[in-house]
């Protein structure tokens, strides 16, 4: 087999960018070990960036999105008696979508299908080889049990934290950070219609809590637990009830709903960034090079940031222009680490633990945020989004 660049991880960062790729005239082959049925009904990130939205409409994949998603002009922080409205769209003139990602890996799917993209599913036993030349491959085994070998000019790996990509840097060109957090969400999904217009992040001493959704009938729900929660330690009522308990259920007399739990799942908090992002023709982007704590809402926007970048880099490359592919690594890591610095400041200011001086430092911030009009634009630039190639 033989492309121009070859693609590992059929998730939304390696269909994005052959979608970038495919429209610059440059043909691509996608490989992912699961099935195309599996990586489409992962339950993942469901807040998109301003930055994000402007780019899927631009390269006609924002239909949907403008007909199904949902705009939202800010946020909701709370704490014991207090909730305050951050809104993002007047303390910068931006906002977020919430839009599940589920749903753009359907619409990025599609794309891909409609415009005859080679996605090769199921395979195993993926290696890279001769990256520091200008003829990388990629073997593997496909979904038949037949060894192939895929010829390219560029390897873009795409393919997260478990990939083979990440582990092809060789050790000693690669440095990593990383940080594990004392503690984890248990995540829901419900049936169940939002209690709540926008997202409302929530400090307790008892731990963090988010209401979130994915639709007017469909609510996501997260709560801090410790790290080696057990799901069957944590029943529906339980769940519900520590989910009231933290999101102030009867304050000032707001409510929450409560409905039939369909997915269920322990999330552990981790910061991890490798770089460099590039090594020979080899380029890392998304969950391959970096991972962020949920809290910010920054995993999904930063693997599209990533890949923004990195297809009119390749589409240079390829023409003989090294200039952008040699930036590419220096570029992506400055947004990488502005939002690997957000991330660790939601998480750390809301995530409850069991020091009372930590916890009064806490409340002071959160104080600060809603009353300074600095403060609150300063989260709010964030959450909602740098513009690609900050």
């Known amino acids: 087999m033989r492309t121009q660049v070859a693609i590992i991880g059929a998730g939304p960062a390696g269909v994005l960018l052959s979608h970038l790729l495919a429209a610059e005239g440059v043909d691509s082959v996608v490989l992912d070990t699961r099935s195309e049925e599996y990586v489409a009904s992962r339950i993942r990130a469901g807040i998109l960036e301003q930055s994000t939205v402007d780019l899927l409409r631009d390269v006609g994949l924002g239909e949907r999105l403008g007909r199904e998603g949902d705009r939202h002009r800010g946020i909701h922080l709370q704490w014991p008696g207090e909730r305050h409205h951050l809104d993002f769209v007047d303390l910068v003139g931006r906002s977020v979508w919430v839009y599940g990602q589920t749903e753009v890996q359907k619409d990025l799917v599609d794309a891909a299908h409609a415009r005859g993209q080679q996605l090769v599913h199921e395979v195993s036993d993926t290696a890279l080889h001769d990256l520091a030349t200008d003829r990388p491959s990629v073997t593997f ?8 070998r895929l010829e390219a000019d560029v390897v873009a790996g795409c393919d997260g934290s478990f990939g083979p990509s990440r582990g092809a840097v060789p050790e000693g060109v690669r440095r990593t950070w990383a940080r594990t957090y004392p503690y984890s969400w248990l995540g829901i999904l419900a049936d169940v219609a939002p209690s709540t217009d926008e997202l409302i992040y929530a ?38 009830d520590g989910l009231a308990t933290r999101l102030g259920h009867g304050q000032d007399g707001w409510r929450l709903a409560t409905g039939a739990i369909t997915d269920r799942s322990v999330l552990p908090m981790r910061s991890f960034v490798q770089q460099p992002m590039r090594h020979g023709r080899l380029f890392l982007a998304g969950d391959a090079a970096h991972i962020v704590p949920p809290t910010g809402a920054k995993g999904l926007n930063l693997a599209v940031a990533d890949v923004a970048l990195l297809a009119p880099a390749l589409v240079a490359l390829l023409a003989g222009d090294h200039a952008l592919a040699d930036a590419y690594s220096a570029t992506a890591l400055r947004r990488v680490w502005r939002c690997t610095h957000f991330s660790w400041w939601m998480t750390t200011m809301l995530h409850a633990g069991d020091d009372p001086f930590d916890r009064e430092l806490q409340l002071a911030q959160l104080r600060w945020v809603v009353s300074s009009e600095a403060g609150a634009a300063g989260l709010a630039e964030n959450y909602a989004g740098l513009p690609i190639g900050f």
């Not at 085994?141 to 192939?148: I, K, N, S, Y």
């Not at 979130?212 to 009938?217: D, E, F, H, K, P």
């Open 141 to 148: 085994t496909d979904a038949d049990g037949v060894p192939q």
């Open 203 to 240: 400090w307790h001493p008892d731990g963090f809590a988010l209401h979130s959704m994915r639709s007017s009938t469909v609510s996501r729900f997260y709560l801090q637990v410790p790290n080696g929660t057990d799901l069957a330690d944590w029943p529906d009522d339980r769940i519900w």
